[in-house]
């Protein structure tokens, strides 16, 4: 292993330690004294709670002091005329995919009834609640970037000299997955009710996490920027996954309360899948392009 790549791993392993010291050991030590459900969803502990979800963007800063790295090539580049459409593909994809997947899963396990559908929902309420995603999930972004500007602008930079773009791919959304692991183990996203709880619910998080990486990792090589990444986050986490069970699910009960259970899950992750592959597949082909380092 070269000098420069023994470097990189140095960095990447520093960081993952500051990356899931600052977020694990705060969740471990409120799941144990006040319990998940009181302080994960009120604002009760937010002193505590917030600066966890910036636990990955801190890990890069430090990472970056203490090796003395410096502060440069940071990809947070707006540069919003230049990569308008990458911007656009992060703000809408996410819904497109929730749509596309409910799509998939009536097909497999329900039926389409349109009345059933009109009488939940009027279409001033689905117009109202697909406006709120869209005009509420970039504001989320300041949020999100708390992650992404440590998973895409700073893990994946070092790992993938390493690795590669797939080795990335995989191991970094292994790696992210794993690190919500002990809000996994509280119920967060599967709730406790399945078999094989709680490992099968961490791999169902990994394997999210695997398939949205691709995502983020090729929005952020696109532009340079974190931004975009950090849009199509929190598209994901305020509303845009859910847009599509919220607005044509009619076959599984009450929309608002429904839980796949893991095949109906991976089903409703196929979408994702194949943009997954997509982006993939376009970073490896602009990967070819760029001559070797010693060219």
């Known amino acids: 292993?070269?000098?420069?790549?023994?470097?990189?791993?140095?960095?990447?392993?520093?960081?993952?330690?500051?990356?899931?010291?600052?977020?694990?050991?705060?969740?471990?030590?409120?799941?144990?004294?006040?319990?998940?459900?009181?302080?994960?969803?009120?604002?009760?502990?937010?002193?505590?709670?917030?600066?966890?979800?910036?636990?990955?963007?801190?890990?890069?800063?430090?990472?970056?002091?203490?090796?003395?790295?410096?502060?440069?090539?940071?990809?947070?580049?707006l540069r919003l005329k230049r990569h308008w459409k990458y911007y656009l593909a992060a703000w809408l994809l996410r819904p497109l995919l929730s749509v596309l997947s409910i799509v998939l899963f009536n097909c497999v396990y329900g039926y389409w009834n349109w009345a059933e559908i009109r009488e939940r929902m009027t279409?001033?309420?689905?117009?109202?609640?697909?406006?709120?995603?869209?005009?509420?999930?970039?504001?989320?972004?300041?949020?999100?970037?708390?992650?992404?500007?440590?998973?895409?602008?700073?893990?994946?930079?070092?790992?993938?000299?390493?690795?590669?773009?797939?080795?990335?791919?995989?191991?970094g959304g292994i790696l992210w997955g794993v690190w919500h692991a002990p809000l996994t183990v509280e119920g967060h996203n599967f709730g406790k009710d399945y078999p094989g709880?709680?490992?099968?619910?961490?791999?169902?998080?990994?394997?999210?996490?695997?398939?949205?990486?691709?995502?983020?990792?090729?929005l952020t090589k696109r532009t340079d920027s974190v931004y975009p990444a950090a849009v199509y986050h929190s598209m994901n986490n305020n509303g845009g996954a859910a847009l599509g069970v919220l607005l044509l699910v009619n076959s599984i009960g009450d929309p608002e309360t429904f839980m796949p259970d893991t095949v109906q899950f991976i089903v409703l992750l196929i979408p994702t899948a194949i943009a997954a592959a997509i982006t993939l597949a376009l970073m490896l082909r602009e990967r070819k392009k760029v001559p070797p380092a010693d060219s």
């Open 197 to 218: 709880y709680p490992y099968v619910g961490i791999l169902l998080m990994s394997i999210s996490c695997i398939l949205s990486g691709a995502i983020l990792m090729w």
């Open 1 to 77: 292993m070269s000098n420069e790549k023994k470097l990189c791993a140095k960095r990447l392993v520093i960081y993952l330690l500051f990356a899931f010291g600052l977020a694990w050991i705060p969740w471990i030590i409120l799941n144990k004294t006040v319990g998940y459900e009181e302080w994960f969803t009120t604002n009760h502990y937010a002193l505590f709670a917030i600066p966890t979800l910036y636990a990955p963007a801190l890990a890069n800063l430090l990472t970056r002091l203490i090796t003395r790295e410096g502060f440069s090539d940071m990809k947070l580049h």
């Open 123 to 171: 279409f001033a309420e689905g117009l109202a609640v697909v406006l709120s995603v869209l005009g509420t999930g970039p504001i989320g972004a300041f949020n999100t970037i708390g992650e992404e500007f440590g998973w895409r602008a700073y893990m994946n930079q070092k790992m993938e000299p390493l690795l590669g773009t797939v080795g990335t791919v995989l191991a």
